[in-house]
């Protein structure tokens, strides 16, 4: 079926038995579901061929110290990555909000953009309000070199979450 397993294992960082439930159905193993925040994995240096995100971004944009955040988990991506990995991110943003987020100093990931659209979409206005875009990272064999930017980039962050917080707040 078009829902066949990609991969046997899977390690999970989300707490959903929905998820968990369909992969189980499907025939895989469930190595470990950590429930931990993905800005802070509990694995190994290169650990994984490939790291999925389905809308972790979006959420995180929602929250407050956004771009924080979003950099904290993209550095932790990066971390537990092979050389040559894959970040796969599936998300409702547009590249001109979600690329600035793959391209910071402390990360070297290539990016490639596609657009995905829903299946059985009734009129063109449905084919519009539910599509998805697609970000392919591939981490960069000068990863760890781009890694040491990382309190810089953090600290400017930082002083932008400030000055957003004061604006908003006069």
Known sequence: TEWDLLFTKYYDTDESEIVTGVLLNKGAEVVEIDGTSPASASYEDETFDIAIDKSTIDALLWGNHAFVNVAKMTKEVQRVLKPEGHYLVISYGKPDNRTVHFERDHLAFSVE??????????????????????????????????????????????????????????
């Open 113 to 170: 953009e596609s657009i995905v659209y829903p299946i059985n979409w009734k009129t063109d206005q449905e084919k519009m309000d539910k599509k998805h875009y697609v970000y392919a990272c591939k981490k960069e064999l000068n990863a760890s070199e781009a890694a040491k930017n990382w309190p810089q980039v953090l600290e400017w962050l930082k002083d932008q979450d400030k000055e957003q917080v004061a604006d908003e707040s006069s």
